[in-house]
């Protein structure tokens, strides 16, 4: 299995564009969540899903977008992007078993907007 | 909302030696409290959790330990090794979410 598939891995931007992040897992997990990863900071929730069709917001959702078609997918939308959405993007999924499931990560998609 | 706060920001043990990472959580209703470790250029990976009604829980050289009461969480490495040298972040779950700490940056010298 791939587990969680994260494309890009690298990307740099100009302030005002807009892209999509994709994330995909082929484990079946009902729930995936985006988080971004800066210095100091730990992990910050964007936005998640417990399932197609359904999203919700994180602690940290103004900028992005999300939706979530299928199972398998789940991109993250940058609208215009500015320098202060720099950081380290992580998808991550787990079954719908509750919070007390392992989360799975993938390996992460480097951003820079310059 | 929970706030997960973890110590130290960055710990350096010589080979062999123990190290250990500790955090605390706010809220009451957190019941589960995965340990992950992440190395450079990786996501982060699952390494340990541990669950409410549980006090500790051991594998090979890993072990967390949980005080409810207290609302601390930690984690012990013992015979560490230079492959330990990752970034830990402990985490905790009081609804469907995962809220993370900050970080430590594990440094083990040969």
């Known amino acids: 299995n791939a587990g969680v598939t994260q494309t890009p891995k690298f990307q740099v931007l100009k302030t005002g564009q807009s892209m999509t992040l994709q994330c995909a897992q082929d484990?079946?997990?009902?729930?995936m969540s985006w988080y971004r990863q800066d210095p100091g900071m730990g992990l910050r929730l964007i936005h998640y899903?417990?399932?197609?069709?359904?999203?919700d917001q994180g602690e940290v959702p103004n900028g992005y977008n999300v939706s979530r078609s299928t199972t398998e997918d789940f991109p993250l939308r940058l609208l215009s992007a500015a320098p202060s959405q720099t950081s380290v993007y992580f998808c991550?999924?787990?079954?719908?078993?509750?919070?007390?499931?392992?989360?799975?990560f993938g390996d992460g998609t480097r951003l820079s907007i310059l | 909302g929970e706030n997960v706060e973890q110590h130290p920001s960055t710990l350096s043990v010589q080979e062999g030696d123990s190290a250990v990472i500790k955090c605390t959580y706010s809220?009451?209703?957190?019941?589960?409290f995965p340990w992950y470790k992440q190395e450079l250029g990786k996501g982060p990976q699952l390494i340990i959790d541990?669950?409410?009604?549980?006090g500790e829980k051991k594998d090979q050289r890993i072990a967390v330990t949980l005080n409810k009461t207290a609302k601390h969480f930690s984690l012990h490495i013992t015979e560490t090794q230079p492959e330990d040298s990752a970034v830990y972040f402990c985490?905790?779950?009081?609804?469907?979410?995962?809220?993370f700490g900050t970080g430590t940056r594990l440094q083990v010298f040969p």
């Open positions: 991550a999924s787990r079954d719908a078993g509750g919070s007390n499931q392992p989360q799975h």
């Open positions: 484990m079946n997990h009902e729930y």
């Open positions: 899903s417990v399932g197609a069709g359904i999203t």
């Open positions: 809220d009451s209703a957190s019941n589960y």
């Open positions: 541990i669950r409410s009604n549980v």
């Open positions: 985490a905790a779950t009081p609804t469907d979410k995962l809220i």
